[in-house]
């Protein structure tokens, strides 16, 4: 099945004209959803339904590398292109403002991740699956125990470092594009197939694949050297440097599940439709990150 990665509209397998007319006749509505994805991913020329059908094709055609390859080039494409996303920019050498953003933004983010994970376990019936996603859980927002703290409790405790309190840090209510996007989320957990669950969520990992930088990303997450000098505090390279050494493996290996079972189950199509509609509210999450930071500056 082909699916719309805006408003999920279904198409049979393959059907790019019946996809490119329902694009093309969204545009001319003026639809203001389907024409930035347009204008994002596709072009922003405007194009006939033929020609549109043409270029949703390559763009969406994963023959050459397989899923898991397709989804890390449209990642890099988004985040680490030739513009890359101002909040990567924005965190190669982060100011405090930054990471108070990031603290205070990505708390959210990281709930809504623990109950993403739980529906693709409450969902499937495939082993690998499940005991991958409790490991993730566990890592990201249970921890392991004292010698082993969770992502979770690591960017609580940066926060703590920068000044800004415990019960601040978790008072305080996500911006609109944060909401809108764990919406985004829970919504396509809650409604989806479990695969394009893992599909929505595990690919955002790459935005801190340090390996990303020898397959075509402009630049690394933040610049390494930060990890070693005394630019930002102790607190804070243990949560960077945490995600830094554990995201390539976690990853690398969801999205190897989702390349295998895409497959057995012959979903490619929804997977990349998900998945896109996903980094869609990742961006708009990222940029909320950066909107939370002016609320610290000069703090």
């Known amino acids: 099945m082909t699916k719309c990665a805006v408003c999920g509209s279904t198409f049979q397998a393959g059907d790019y004209d019946s996809l490119a007319h329902h694009f093309y006749e969204s545009a001319e509505r003026s639809d203001a959803g389907h024409v930035m994805w347009l204008n994002k991913n596709i072009t922003k020329k405007k194009t006939d339904a033929s020609e549109l059908s043409k270029q949703l094709r390559v763009y969406l055609d994963f023959q050459a590398t397989g899923i898991k390859g397709w989804m890390k080039r449209r990642f890099i494409e988004r985040f680490y292109g030739e513009k890359p996303h101002p909040f990567v920019l924005a965190l190669q050498h982060p100011s405090k403002a930054t990471l108070l953003g990031y603290v205070v933004e990505h708390q959210h983010f990281l709930r809504q991740w623990t109950r993403s994970c739980a529906y693709i376990i409450a969902k499937t019936d495939k082993v690998d699956v499940t005991l991958y996603e409790l490991d993730n859980i566990n890592t990201e927002f249970g921890g392991y125990g004292p010698s082993k703290p969770s992502h979770y409790e690591l960017l609580i405790r940066m926060g703590e470092s920068l000044g800004f309190p415990r019960d601040k840090i978790l008072g305080t209510n996500p911006l609109s594009d944060t909401a809108s996007a764990i919406r985004t989320w829970n919504e396509i957990a809650e409604n989806e197939h479990w695969l394009e669950t893992m599909a929505a969520m595990h690919p955002l990992e790459l935005i801190a694949n340090r390996n990303l930088k020898g397959e075509g990303a402009s630049m690394s997450y933040f610049d390494p050297s930060i990890l070693s000098g005394n630019e930002v505090t102790e607190a804070t390279k243990n949560f960077l440097r945490e995600g830094y050494e554990a995201d390539v493996e976690h990853s690398e290996e969801a999205m190897d599940l989702i390349e295998k079972y895409s497959g057995d189950l012959g979903t490619a199509e929804n997977v990349q439709a998900t998945f896109l509609r ?21 703090s």
């Open 278 to 298: 996903s980094i869609d509210a990742f961006d708009w999450y990222l940029m909320a990150r950066l909107e939370r930071a002016k609320q610290f500056e000069g």
